[in-house]
């Protein structure tokens, strides 16, 4: 079994920034690709970054390409999420999540979840 534990969400102005980290508790998180997810209000869960356990392949949704950047620290058992010039769009829960497939969207796909950390972006 692994647990996830997210944290460093937050209320932040359009424009600003926030790192989000993913503790993994359990076991480690070796072999294990890691993804990060998000989910607005009203709205399905979707997909918005992922890193493989070696760390040289990373993929992310094209809305935020350019902005976020998951990175990962293997001996930490611990990932991390920075988000730059973060919009009003970007407000949702986000979670972390672990897979065995490295780039994959689908949810299903991952088997271990955190209980998501709140990000809200004003205007």
């Known amino acids: 079994q692994v647990q996830l534990v997210e944290s460093g969400g937050g209320l932040v102005q359009a424009g600003g920034s926030l790192r989000l980290s993913c503790a993994a508790s359990g076991r480690t998180l070796s072999g294990y690709a890691m993804g990060w997810f998000r989910q607005a209000p009203g709205k399905e869960r979707e997909f918005v970054a992922a890193i493989s356990w070696s760390t040289r392949s990373t993929y992310y949704v094209d809305s935020v390409k350019g902005r976020f950047t998951i990175s990962r620290d293997n001996a930490k058992n611990t990932v991390y999420l920075q988000m730059n010039s973060l919009k009003p769009e970007d407000t949702a829960v986000y979670y972390c999540?672990?897979?065995?497939?490295?780039?994959?969207?689908?949810?299903?796909?991952?088997?271990?979840w955190g209980q998501g950390t709140q990000v809200t972006v004003s205007s």
């Open positions: 999540a672990t897979s065995v497939v490295f780039g994959t969207k689908d949810i299903f796909r991952y088997d271990y």
